[in-house]
């Protein structure tokens, strides 16, 4: 399989990286301006480097999107209305309406597109929902994640910088989210939320309690400005399973309410956690589906309405929400 990428900073190295790994191909990479995709392309042995996206489709069989979330809807619409596959970054869109855009186009194209939440991939969750399965945790009661680190303020870094949909909640707080959604089978069904804002109207740090029609809650937290513990942990009536670092999972344990470790599963990245969602991709190329049960369209549109809910509390907006309004 031939892949490109459009977007060439800090994430494009762990897909190549992935991809290789998996006996793929990197053939191609796109960005913005030729010289500086020609500089990645040849510290990263890749063949073809360019800044039209038009050019970059017949040279590849599916497109890795990695530019700031804000780009994502506008490059996506452009490759699938070409009809060329994509797997696009998380989030999927900065909100829901663009999401809606990118299903559609994907839809009306009969184009494969699916966002890169590879978290949903791991073989740790395809363990952990059997462990629900089975019983071995009870009900879900309570969830508890957080994922934050501590950035330098630089306000034309696509963290903080409004008009690149900078802040936590779209960076990073979207796994803890998709760890609850994990648990729950669904998104809350109410929540309160809590923000500080960076000096430019995004969300530097946020803390959300969500309640689920399951009748289970979850405490979650992220940022952008502190180092938070790195872990999720799920607490059910039967069990608790603890998941240090949740979002690239190798390994989880399961103890009773007591305390005494009942169960482990440990399963170490071939190569770094991003190969499951290029396996996936590939697979549901080879079978002509045109999106994958993993991660679907619903998934990404109602993530994206919870996500979008959440800062309208909070009261971050974006000027590419301004679109829609
Ligand atoms: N799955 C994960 O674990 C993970 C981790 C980190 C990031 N991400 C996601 O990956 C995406 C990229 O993050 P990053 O940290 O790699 O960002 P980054 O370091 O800021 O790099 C973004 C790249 O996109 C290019 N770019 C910007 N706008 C573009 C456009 N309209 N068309 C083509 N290229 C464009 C930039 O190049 P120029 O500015 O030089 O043109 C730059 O090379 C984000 O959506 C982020 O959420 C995922």
Not at 207 to 221: D, E, I, K, Q
């Amino acid at each position: 399989m031939r892949w490109g990428i459009v977007g060439h900073g800090r994430i494009a190295s762990t897909f190549l990286d992935a991809a290789r790994g998996v006996g793929h191909e990197v053939a191609a990479i796109v960005g913005r301006e030729a010289s500086r995709a020609a500089v990645f392309a040849a510290n990263h042995g890749i063949g073809w480097a360019g800044d039209e996206l038009t050019e970059l489709v017949s040279e590849v069989d599916a497109i890795y999107v990695a530019t700031p979330h804000s780009s994502h809807r506008d490059v996506a619409v452009v490759l699938l209305g070409a009809g060329v596959p994509v797997l696009c970054e998380k989030p999927m869109a900065v909100n829901a309406s663009q999401v809606r855009q990118m299903v559609e186009a994907a839809r009306s194209s009969e184009t494969f597109l699916m966002e890169a939440m590879w978290t949903r991939h791991l073989p740790v969750f395809a363990a952990f929902r059997r462990w629900v399965d089975e019983g071995r945790l009870g009900e879900i009661r309570m969830v508890e994640a957080s994922f934050g680190f501590s950035a330098p303020y630089q306000p034309t870094d696509r963290l903080w910088a409004p008009d690149l949909a900078g802040g936590s909640l779209l960076d990073v707080g979207i796994y803890p989210l998709t760890l609850a959604e994990l648990a729950f089978g669904t998104q809350p069904s109410s929540f309160d939320a809590e923000a500080e804002l960076s000096p430019d109207g995004v969300d530097a740090r946020l803390r959300l309690v969500a309640n689920y029609s399951t009748g289970g809650s979850a405490r979650l937290a992220s940022a952008i400005n502190t180092d938070l513990v790195p872990n999720g942990r799920i607490i059910g009536t039967e069990g608790i399973v603890e998941i240090p670092e949740f979002w690239r999972a190798e390994r989880m344990t399961l103890t009773s309410l007591s305390g005494e470790k009942v169960d482990e599963v440990n399963t170490p990245h071939q190569i770094n956690g991003f190969e499951y969602q290029i396996v996936e991709t590939a697979r549901c190329l080879e079978v002509g589906a045109v999106e994958s049960p993993v991660v679907t369209w619903a998934w990404s549109t109602t993530m994206a309405e919870t996500m979008d809910e959440i800062r309208s509390r909070i009261g971050v907006i974006y000027p590419c929400d301004r679109e829609f309004l």
